[in-house]
């Protein structure tokens, strides 16, 4: 997994993480800034020329660090994010809880 570098693009309302190779498409997992608390996972892409080297985990990974790290929780509609997320306990501190009402 170490042959790949995660950079963050952000503006105020969106941002991905993406990682390039020069001959490659990108891999890329984007997101929507709800609030200064919440971002939403909504979606998480990996060309075929990624395949089998864990980039989507690693996306996936480094949402959920980076939203430990700015105090967020995230709602993953990603349906890949979401199982990510669902295998892995240790990530369940950022999902942003289910209310009833």
Known sequence: MSDFTITEERSP???RYVVKSAG???AELTYSIANDHMIIIDHTG???DWRGMGVGKALVQRAVEDARAR???IIPLCPFAKAQINKTPDWHDVLEPVRNT
Do not use: E, M, Y
């Open 24 to 26: 490659k498409p990108d």
């Open 46 to 48: 990996v060309p075929d």
């Open 71 to 73: 105090g967020v929780q």
């Open 13 to 15: 309302t969106k941002g």
